[in-house]
């Protein structure tokens, strides 16, 4: 396996500066300016890693490891000097991306036929036995023409109309026997810039592969491509003889370069978006309303029920109708919390730390989607995606810096340089440990998706050098404001906290409340979880960022609600209650994660389920992150809002 990473540590470097500074050349941002060829002009085909996919008569998911195309094991025809590094995007390497030359030769707008790709192949028993297992499991060959993928025509039963679906089978199981591939007609489509046409663009890219034994090499390029009905299928018990032969047809298309990607984005079953996003804003608008409604009505009788209270001398009226107006006596209600609502929470030092680096998610994820979604991020930049989510995320450590010391002075908190050493590096080291020991894994397996150990150190140095300092500074500017002050005191002596009902405590308030932010995201999230393991591409970001925003309201009205009904108990530990209770969503993304697993993957190797209950535990935890620090900062702001309307002797 190639883990070639001096290579990848540079194209890190390399594109995080490229990312600021490169100019608009098209409707995105940055963007890819389109290549022209003249009749006769070589257009590059360059091969990816080889993925994991289903195929039309299984459609589960047999493995989680990608391999590098010139895996020695698979025997693929190098160009003369060998494959070189094709550069890429630091998102690209992190999801697995390895770009590298190939030695097809393609010439625009000139056919041909039966092209030998290199001199006869010979396949070892352990080669063979390597390859038919992949050819079991569906693999995909991936390769990329003018930054467009290879594709395979098909169908969608659903809605009978035609896509392109990126990747084609390594090979195919007929009658229990992997046939592989050997041969490969290629048609590309091409649109005239001009009205000579002496100018061309890519605008389409399809594979038809197909397995042929007596394909032969003829010399100086030519080859006789033998017969499709003549399959290839690799000896296991001994040695086989194997010729790959390509022929090229190109063909004129009417699509212009800026819409060439629409045959691949295709919407499986757009009615299930519609009805999604429509019953999830029906249900946030409803549970908004309601808890609205509830609070509003009630806070305002409380209100004015403690301020006309205050107003008279309680003792005089003892026993009279007036203290017991509306059913509501001075012993009974949230009011008799206030001289504790305000109390330092325990763990203040790691709920601060939470609630820094929850702050730098929710603006990360919220700046990646709006730029996805206003089309900065074209699907033909391969892995800026990722690349924008990590540099955002590096970039907003000012603002995790200082809410994080803003909320533990506010809390009262004295240990500030723990504070500012822990905002940082916690919760990222989390991050780092769980993703460097699944990269062992992957290094185990001589997958392709391990990340190299040099572009690890890269994200290390890049983490420490631009993110530490910032949120250092941010810290720094959070320690030197005042204290958000609190509208009421808070007593020397907790008050005692009365037995609370079976739906305010915690574990069933965390149950009760999680699950109504997940179902706001549910769909959505089937779909980002087929587009990360099924290899395809994501670009429904106006969904997306639909229920991003409706994620963000359910967790806020569910939390305060909860809140509320927590402090009419007379139970004033809501710091930690409000996060855990917004945040147990996560737990729900983690038992969705696991379901997804038992239904739609069936994974043949430990390691494979490793990897995957380890990456949904990881992505599982950052959730319960983000939107715990949604459910506190919106019951901080729902607590400081009704103490603040009551008048407290």
Request: hydrophobic share 45%; charged share 15%.
């Amino acid at each position: 396996m190639r883990l070639q990473g001096g290579s990848y540590t540079r194209t890190a470097l390399i594109t995080l500066l490229a990312l600021a500074v490169t100019p608009s050349s098209t409707f995105y941002v940055p963007g890819v300016a389109p290549t022209s060829y003249k009749p006769q002009d070589k257009v590059p085909l360059n091969v990816n890693h080889l993925t994991p996919a289903t195929s039309v008569d299984d459609p589960q998911l047999h493995s989680t490891f990608s391999f590098d195309y010139y895996h020695i094991a698979f025997g693929f025809c190098q160009p003369d000097g060998g494959p070189k590094d094709v550069s890429e995007s630091l998102g690209s390497i992190l999801f697995g991306d390895r770009i590298l030359t190939s030695p097809f030769e393609l010439f625009m707008a000139k056919n041909e036929t039966c092209k030998a790709l290199c001199a006869e192949k010979k396949y070892a028993q352990r080669s063979a036995k390597f390859v038919n297992k992949r050819i079991f499991q569906s693999y995909n060959m991936n390769w990329l023409i003018d930054g467009l993928p290879a594709a395979e025509r098909i169908t969608d039963p659903t809605t009978n109309t035609e896509y392109y679906r990126p990747g084609f089978a390594l090979g195919t199981v007929e009658e229990g026997q992997p046939r592989f591939h050997n041969h490969y007609d290629i048609t590309i489509d091409f649109h005239r810039t001009s009205r000579r046409g002496e100018e061309m663009r890519v605008v389409g890219v399809i594979v038809q592969p197909s397995s042929r034994r007596n394909s032969k090499n003829l010399g100086d390029g030519k080859a006789d491509c033998g017969s499709p009905d003549v399959p290839l299928v690799l000896d296991e018990d001994g040695e086989t003889s194997v010729t790959f032969t390509y022929s090229v047809s190109w063909r004129e298309s009417p699509t212009a370069w800026a819409t060439r990607w629409d045959k691949y984005l295709h919407v499986f079953d757009p009615k299930i978006h519609w009805f999604s996003l429509i019953s999830s804003g029906v249900i946030v608008i409803f549970l908004t309303g309601v808890v609205g409604m509830i609070l509003l009505r009630a806070l305002k009788k409380d209100i004015t029920r403690y301020n006309r209270l205050d107003a008279f001398n309680l003792d005089d009226l003892s026993g009279t109708a007036a203290d017991m107006e509306d059913g509501v006596q001075e012993d009974s209600g949230w009011k008799l919390v206030h001289g504790d609502v305000f109390r330092t929470p325990k763990y203040t030092l790691l709920l601060s730390v939470f609630l820094g680096n929850g702050a730098q998610l929710f603006v990360m994820t919220g700046i990646t989607i709006a730029f996805a979604l206003f089309g900065f991020l074209s699907p033909s930049n391969r892995g800026y995606l990722g690349t924008v989510m990590i540099l955002s995320y590096t970039l907003f450590g000012f603002i995790g810096g200082y809410v994080s010391a803003r909320v533990y002075k506010s809390f009262g908190g004295e240990a500030w340089k723990r504070n500012i050493a822990l905002t940082p590096t916690l919760i990222p080291s989390i991050v780092f440990a769980t993703f460097f020991l699944l990269n062992l894994f992957l290094w185990a397996k001589q997958s392709s998706g391990a990340v190299p150990f040099l572009t690890m150190l890269v994200l290390v140095g890049i983490w420490f050098i631009i993110s530490v300092p910032l949120s250092f500074a941010g810290s720094w500017v959070g320690f030197r404001q005042p204290p958000i002050s609190t509208p009421v005191r808070t007593n020397q002596i907790p008050r005692q906290i009365p037995p609370s009902t079976s739906y305010l405590r915690p574990i069933p308030s965390m149950l009760v409340a999680g699950i109504l932010p997940f179902g706001v995201i549910f769909d959505e999230l089937y779909f980002i979880m087929n587009s990360i393991w099924f290899s395809r591409v994501y670009y429904m970001f106006g969904f997306l960022f639909v229920c991003y925003g409706l994620m963000i309201m359910t967790c806020a009205a569910v939390t305060v609600m909860m809140v509320y009904f927590l402090l009419c108990s007379e139970n004033y530990h809501w710091q930690w209650r409000s996060f855990v209770i917004a945040g147990a969503s996560g737990g729900y993304v983690f038992v969705y994660a696991l379901l997804y697993w038992l239904t739609r993957l069936s994974l043949s190797s430990v390691v494979g389920g490793v990897l995957y209950v380890g990456y949904s535990a990881l992505i599982s935890f950052l959730f319960f992150v983000l939107t715990g620090t949604i459910g506190f900062f919106s019951s901080w702001a729902f607590v400081h809002k009704i103490y603040g309307s009551i008048k407290v002797d």
